[in-house]
């Protein structure tokens, strides 16, 4: 098992103003490109899942955390069973309808694999933002090339993906896109003063917003190289509660169960939470990952070790 305690913040002195990056630029677009998933979802209404059809959504990394909230999601609506795959883990001996592939840079090894073995003539879309990559040949193409990114750390095209699978489920993005104009507008310095030194963040959610919590930790882990953990919050109180501490972070997305915050509280740690949309608050989430690489001196759009798409070897 990894020591985590390699991994806590140690703080350098900076300005309260973020540098500017590609990141922290993307991460403020994501509002205007939401309001647009209205408008998408019905240009493109034959190609996402109907009503009634057997789905699997297939993804890796941030695409798999979407692929997982589309999911609970669409179950949540009543449209269907869904299933969540990882585009390396794919299962055998199940049938689908429908296949809905998300993939932001169109090249990633595993995904094109997952895509060559499914079941020929089975219905499949992709949803991408690159042009002329390999996945958009293998599947009916949703192309959102206004959401693609150039930092490798994604936030736009998976919270537009998702807005837009929002949208398709009949789900009203007003109030939505509203609160993470509002989160935008704060002092970041300010709003973040809580948990900007942080030694250790845990991310808890239910729902979809258990998907998004992990998404949340993978942010931080990728942008800054931050000690974070997710679990859903009904699970978080059955072993992992126990590295909440002073000092410590524990950051609740959405609705959470009844009791949760004063046992959070019991602990020392700060508890986060506000009562906004999950999507919303992972804005705010996105913003404490340019801050705290601007506190440690990161470059947050080439984390370590991490390229724009996973291509392995034959």
Not at 15 to 31: G, M
Not at 168 to 175: T, V, Y
Not at 193 to 198: D, F, G, L, Q, S
């Amino acid at each position: 098992m990894n020591d985590h305690r390699a991994h806590s913040v140690v703080v350098l002195t900076s300005p309260d103003s973020s540098p500017a990056s590609h990141l922290a630029a993307e991460i403020a677009t994501q509002p205007q490109l939401w309001a647009r998933a209205e408008s998408l979802a019905a240009d493109h209404r034959a190609l996402l899942p109907a009503p009634g059809e057997r789905v699997a959504v297939i993804g890796c990394g941030t695409s798999f955390f979407m692929a997982r909230a589309v999911a609970a999601l669409r179950e949540r609506a009543g449209h269907g069973a869904t299933d969540a795959w990882p585009a390396g883990q794919m299962p055998g001996g199940r049938e689908y309808d429908r296949y809905l592939v998300i993939c932001r840079s169109g090249t990633t090894t595993e995904v094109i694999e997952a895509m060559r073995a499914l079941p020929p003539g089975a219905a499949r879309t992709v949803i991408s933002s690159s042009a002329g990559t390999p996945v958009l040949e293998l599947g009916a193409p949703l192309l959102i090339e206004e959401a693609d990114e150039q930092s490798v750390v994604q936030t736009r095209f998976a919270t537009t993906t998702l807005a837009i699978l929002r949208r398709h489920f009949g789900e009203d993005l007003a109030p939505v896109i509203a609160q993470a104009n509002a989160v935008l507008a704060e002092d970041e310095a300010t709003a973040l003063h809580a948990v900007r030194y942080a030694d250790q963040i845990t991310f808890v959610g239910m729902g979809f917003a258990a998907a998004l919590a992990d998404e949340a930790a993978l942010k931080l882990r990728e942008s800054c190289q931050s000690w974070t953990e997710s679990y859903l919050a009904t699970e978080y109180r059955h072993g992992p509660i126990s590295i909440a501490a002073p000092g410590r972070v524990v950051w609740g997305l959405g609705a959470l169960p009844a009791g949760f915050a004063t046992e959070i509280t019991a602990t020392g740690a700060h508890f986060e939470h506000r009562d906004i949309d999950p999507l919303a608050d992972l804005v705010r989430v996105q913003r404490l990952c340019v801050r705290r690489a601007a506190d440690l001196g990161l470059d947050p759009d080439h984390p370590r070790s991490l390229s724009r798409s996973v291509i392995l070897g034959s």
